[in-house]
T-cell receptor, first 114, second 113 residues
Framework: EAGVAQSPRYKIIEKRQSVAFWCNPI?????LYWYQQILGQGPKLLIQ????????DSQLPKDRFSAERLKGVDSTLKIQPAKLEDSAVYLC????????????FGPGTRLTVT | AQSVSQHNHHVILSEAASLELGCNYS??????LFWYVQYPGQHLQLLLK??????LVKGIKGFEAEFIKSKFSFNLRKPSVQWSDTAEYFC???????????FGKGTKLSVKP
């Protein structure tokens, strides 16, 4: 079974630039998550999708971050404009459904904002 | 606000030593509990989980964890660590019916050969 795919693996941008990350979840998984992991901390949920609808985006900084999962499969997360404090690893995860289901994580995208 | 606390930032052990990593959470409702591991250069992967039933949970690679409801704790244990256990370990709590995991800050384990 193929795992969660993410690209790019690494990205370096200057502040105020924009950046986009892509995630392809495990086939058949209805729920998709984006997490932000700042160095020295655990992952923090940014947004959760159920199929192509947003379930929870309460911790997404909506003035600069946006995410979509238009066809209920793959997803993109965008930052525009980026700030220095956005430097982090962005993790995508998927699960079969909401609730009591294991989340499978992708390798992450390491973003450095200079 | 609910939180997950991991007591140790960095633990250094020699091979064959016993391991216990502490995890406490503050949420008072019904929760599912997890330990995830991230080996150097690899993805986060599930080590073990507790949903209900026997509070002593066994996971992969000889790890186990005990859920003590009265103490809001879910400590991870292994009787004898190996060099290959060197990794970062994250405790996480999932509120039932919501699906959003709340992670602790992680504990880095270094095992000396």
């Amino acid at each position: 079974e193929a795992g969660v795919a993410q690209s790019p693996r690494y990205k370096i941008i200057e502040k105020r630039q924009s950046v986009a990350f892509w995630c392809n979840p495990i086939s058949g998984h209805a729920t998709l998550y984006w997490y932000q992991q700042i160095l020295g901390q655990g992952p923090k949920l940014l947004i959760q999708f159920q199929n192509n609808g947003v379930v929870d985006d309460s911790q997404l900084p909506k003035d600069r971050f946006s995410a979509e999962r238009l066809k209920g499969v793959d997803s993109t997360l965008k930052i525009q404009p980026a700030k220095l404090e956005d430097s982090a690893v962005y993790l995508c995860a998927s699960s079969l459904d909401r609730g009591d289901y294991e989340q499978y994580f992708g390798p992450g995208t390491r973003l450095t904002v200079t | 606000a609910q939180s997950v606390s991991q007591h140790n930032h960095h633990v250094i052990l020699s091979e064959a030593a016993s391991l216990e990593l502490g995890c406490n959470y503050s949420y008072g409702g019904t929760v599912n509990l997890f330990w995830y591991v991230q080996y150097p250069g690899q993805h986060l992967q599930l080590l073990l989980k507790y949903f209900s039933g026997d509070p002593l949970v066994k996971g992969i690679k000889g790890f186990e964890a005990e859920f003590i409801k009265s103490k809001f704790s879910f400590n991870l244990r292994k009787p004898s660590v190996q060099w290959s256990d060197t990794a970062e370990y994250f405790c996480a709590v999932l509120k039932r019916s919501q699906g959003n995991l709340i992670f602790g800050k992680g504990t880095k384990l270094s095992v000396k050969p």
